[in-house]
């Protein structure tokens, strides 16, 4: 994504975990949207990389999302 989506698209994501009671780890967040060679545009990977990290802050069961397919916009 370019610099200006990726900006945008995190302050969706914190805003996202903000309405959810959680807020972003205070550490580093690395986000890998493989493959890629894949254009990525848009705002539909807001809800699944808010997702991710709401599994990886223990706050949804990982093994909840199995299974899955999420797209938002």
Sequence with gaps: LPDKAV???RERVQAALHASGLSMPS???TVNLAPADL???GSHYDLPIALGLMAALGAIP???LTGY????E
């Design 7 to 9: 900006a945008e698209s």
């Design 62 to 64: 990982g093994d909840m």
């Design 27 to 29: 550490k580093k967040v």
């Design 39 to 41: 254009p990525k545009e």
């Design 69 to 72: 397919v999420v797209l938002g």
